[in-house]
């Protein structure tokens, strides 16, 4: 059986924001660095978010995260951490802060460079000395405030994982911090969310309890994924969708596949992860669907489906319905770089544990029939 652990003290629930006080408190938290960035302050979820800790002196705000996460931006990150004597960090905000925030807590207890600590290295340098660290998700997605890693572009151009399992203190998950994303956000992120689930559960390594967590956050995101874009305000909705990316993130430990293989080579150039992710799932589902005969019908079971639906079409549909890209092409994607994508693709982690094996060509054909 594939490892199974949860690691992460999680407060959930809406206006579990509250607890930050506490647990800033509990962990010894006087001056913190605030990772967040420019959009979610912007939009008054930075301060809503820490609306509690408004007696905090001294605190710090590095607001700096791009769209993608970077080597460059954790080394920014750590800067302004030791100039201003930070005793902690807090991560507000989506998937790309979240990870950025664990990024520079990684280099804030051990030396540089990020890439020694990276899951692409034989042995990749282990986390020694972390600072406390808690996250606050701002997205319904990543689900990073109970993942394994931080997914990061390095210098070297590669996007891969900094595996950073026991990193998070806490994780503070309050719905009500998504209420005002916007409609794009929500479906892109969303979907990012119910491809972990899906990818999971189809991970040919063997781990039912793992498995059991992937149908039920699949069950979840799906039900309410159109709800949630149609009515941001509606909070049962983004309740559900807040479960499913965390159940999502727990899951994926058991492995994804060629969704995510992809999406990190194309995120290398800089497209956002979960369009990404939304685009590719329907095909690559059909590109492995000779191997889950047994397995489709209990995705669609956990999806209120008939056994037999037509999941491939279904999330055709489904990503026009949210409004989402219908191919590589609508992103920018140039097709002569295919042979690269498809070579990144084989190198990267979640290749090992796609249902089918695949070969370039197969990710040749796989980008050409999502393009
Ligand atoms: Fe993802």
Partial sequence: MAILSFNTKVHFGHGERKQLVLESAKLGIKRPLFVTDKGVRAAGVFARATETLSEMQGAVIFDQTPPNPTEDAAVAGLLAYQENRCDGIIGVGGGATLDLAKAIAVLCGDPAPLWEYCNRNASPRPIINPPPLILMPTTSGSGSEVGRSAVIIFNNGIKAGVGCPTIVSTAICDPELTLTLPKYMTAATGMDALSHCVETFCSPLINPPIDAIALDGLTRLYQNIERAVTDGSDAEARWHMMMGALEGAVCFQKGLGAVHSVSHSLGALGHHHGTLNAIMLPHVLAINAPVLQE????????????????????????????????????????????QTIARASLSDNAHKTNPRTLTETDYCSLLSSAW
Wanted: proline share 7%.
């Fill in 295 to 338: 397995k489709l019908p209990l995705l669609c079971r956990a999806m209120g489906l008939t056994p037999a639906t037509d999941l491939v079409k279904l999330f055709l549909v489904l990503n026009q319905k949210l409004g989402l890209p219908s191919g590589l092409k609508e992103l920018g994607v140039d097709s002569s770089s295919f």
